[in-house]
């Protein structure tokens, strides 16, 4: 019977510990994002050999009087707490690249990292996923094939299904990530894409909360009289909600786990955390998103009402957050208004800039793909731009370039402006929601033929402008950490 992941990246760090030279030879441990870094005492005490011998180990690095253990970023802080452990020294906590101790940045920092290191282990998936819908959407687009053939219906399961199911992946690599039970985490994600519940909202509406307001929201069942609010694709596809809940059912399960008798932990456990954080999730957490969702609406229509600058100002807003919105699952609001907006009157405004920052967002990784010399980086970077630039699918850009980089991401962001500035202000309309990248291209040709493929030519000319800017901001403030390059080699 195989070892837990667990009991291995203990061994692999009391192991360290030993071949080092042993806790009389260390002077202090500290760990980055993928290394441990030792201050030893005599570093030819250390088995340099021996340890890069090891099963568990990338590499050593013997440089600026640290004696650095590569392990990797999904199981540094397992290792590190099992040298601290050994050692008996005092541990220091992660420290930066130059080995001073990490700030505990702001909220929004900590929360890009916990979700960039959630999706981090599906990328190769997600970006897999995302060249499959693109390539079956281009082929449609050219009369190769329909959405009925069979071939479509096939693949099309293949790329779609995973982002319709995202919520249980991420429920697997957020329990993971916080300590959870990976089938617990599965079963939340599942609760949340469960047929039955995603097809309520089809059915006849219970009632109204906050009614009379601009947050109505409908709810179409309660739980023990309490409404059950959703937005009207359940949450399939979101990201936001099953990562809160499962870090939640982490806390949870670690409690349970402390005070329930050895005898019912078995069962009762996973039974408690899923029965109270089922319903949390609903009735709480997917409630509060819903209720942003409705204030970016509400945000995004009030904008485009000003009369004279109002389109410059909406173009200027929504182009300036809307990737954000992307990894909060905000997004959609703007696309259901868009979808009302072209069924009620032919034409919608309001969600026509939001082409610039696919663009925007596929030249900033274009930007760090040369100039990187990270090969892993570069191989993952490649099917990231393609599937952004070419379909308009940006999550493996954001997800798996630049927002675990940060920087990047900001200036994707920043120059994405400049294009929602022109579309908007010339009042660029869209007639057709066509799908992403070059696929959306048909939906801004006036089917009147009043403005012909003028509206087309101005998104291409803000498409133009952002992505240079983009190219040029990213490829002038990129850097990368040369000791983490020659560690990925």
Not at 348 to 370: G, H, K, R, T
Request: charged share 10%; aromatic share 12%; hydrophobic share 50%.
């Amino acid at each position: 019977m195989s070892e837990s992941k667990e009991l291995v990246n203990r061994k692999l760090g009391e192991d360290v510990v030993g071949l080092v030279g042993g806790k009389e030879n260390i002077l202090s441990i500290s760990h980055c994002m993928t290394r441990l870094r030792f201050k030893l005492r005599d570093d030819a005490k250390a088995d340099t050999k021996a340890i890069e011998s090891h099963k568990g180990v990338i590499q050593v690095i013997n440089a600026n009087g640290q004696y650095q253990v590569v392990v990797g970023i999904n199981v540094i802080e397992d290792v590190y707490d099992a040298a601290v452990a050994a050692s008996g020294v005092e541990g220091l906590g992660e420290v930066n690249l130059d080995g001073e101790p990490v700030k505990k940045g702001n909220v929004v920092s900590a929360l890009i990292d916990t979700i960039s290191g959630v999706i981090q282990p599906i990328l190769a998936v997600l970006c897999a996923a995302g060249m499959i819908k693109g390539v079956l959407s281009i082929l449609v687009a050219l009369g190769w094939i329909t959405a009925t053939d069979g071939l479509y219906q096939i693949l099309y399961a293949a790329g779609d299904g995973f982002f319709y199911f995202l919520p249980i992946i991420l429920g697997y690599t957020a329990a993971k990530k916080f300590g959870c039970s990976e089938f617990v985490g599965m079963t939340l994600g599942i609760a949340l894409t469960y047929p039955a519940m995603v097809n309520i909202t089809s059915g006849d509406v219970l009632g109204t909360v906050l009614a009379g307001t601009p947050f109505a929201m409908n709810y179409y069942t309660t739980f023990l009289g309490i409404p059950v609010i959703m937005p009207s694709s359940g949450y399939t596809s979101s990201v936001i909600p099953i990562i809160i809940s499962v870090w939640f059912a982490a806390k949870l399960e670690k409690w349970c786990r402390k005070h329930f008798s050895e005898y019912v932990k078995f069962f009762f456990v996973p039974t408690c955390v899923l029965v109270v954080m089922v319903p949390a999730t609903y009735l709480i957490i997917g409630p509060i998103a819903t209720l942003i969702t409705n204030l970016m609406s509400l945000l995004f229509n009030s904008l485009y009402s000003l009369p004279v600058i109002g389109g410059a100002l909406g173009g200027i807003v929504l182009t300036a957050i809307w990737q954000p919105m992307v990894i909060f699952g905000f997004h959609w609001s703007v696309i259901a208004l868009m979808l009302v907006n072209i069924a009620s009157q032919g034409w919608d405004i309001v969600m026509a800039p939001y082409m610039v920052c696919s663009y925007a967002q596929s030249l900033a990784v274009l930007a760090i793909l040369l100039k990187t010399k990270d090969l892993k980086l570069k191989q993952l970077a490649w099917p990231a731009f393609i599937s952004g630039f070419f379909f308009g699918i940006t999550e493996p850009c954001i997800y798996g370039v630049t927002l675990p980089r940060k920087k990047p991401f900001i200036m994707s962001c920043i120059a994405s402006v400049p294009g929602g500035l022109i579309i908007g202000a010339l009042g660029t309309k869209m007639f057709a929601f066509t799908g992403g990248g070059f696929c959306a291209f048909p939906g801004f040709i006036d089917p009147s033929g009043a403005m012909g493929a003028n509206y087309l030519i101005y998104v291409i000319i803000a498409i133009v402008v952002s992505s240079v800017i983009s190219f040029l901001l990213t490829y002038a403030t990129y850097k990368e950490d040369v000791p983490a390059v020659e560690a990925a080699k």
